[in-house]
Nanobody, 122 residues
Framework: QVQLVESGGGLVQAGGSLRLSCAASTGIFSTYAMGWFRQAPGKEREFVAAIGWRVGNTLYADSVKGRFTISRDNAKNTQYLQMNSLKPEDTAVYYC???????????????WGQGTQVTVSS
């Protein structure tokens, strides 16, 4: 059973930064694309960013391009999401994901983390 555990969420003022981490319980990083989705109250879960198992292949939602950076450390079975210039509209529960292919669609996700809350105050 694969487990994804997020950390690093919290409360930050607009313009601030946070770094999310996601650790996997097993070595799936060598073959899985990793990603992040988020879900705000009353809204559907939406794609944020993803990174292929080949370092360098990345996808970003238009809303976070230039502000968020996704990265991974396969030796540590951990991925990261560096979030800069945060806005109140970035407030959501952020979910770590693992997929067999690099694709922004939620139906391609095989494993989900439990989520971590990010709140950006204005």
């Amino acid at each position: 059973q694969v487990q994804l555990v997020e950390s690093g969420g919290g409360l930050v003022q607009a313009g601030g930064s946070l770094r999310l981490s996601c650790a996997a319980s097993t070595g799936i990083f060598s073959t899985y694309a990793m990603g992040w989705f988020r879900q705000a109250p009353g809204k559907e879960r939406e794609f944020v960013a993803a990174i292929g198992w080949r370092v360098g292949n990345t996808l970003y939602a238009d809303s976070v391009k230039g502000r968020f950076t996704i990265s991974r450390d396969n030796a540590k079975n951990t991925q990261y999401l560096q979030m800069n210039s945060l806005k109140p509209e970035d407030t959501a529960v952020y979910y770590c994901s693992a997929s067999r292919v690099l694709n922004p669609r939620v139906e391609y996700v095989t494993y989900w983390g439990q989520g971590t809350q990010v709140t950006v105050s204005s």
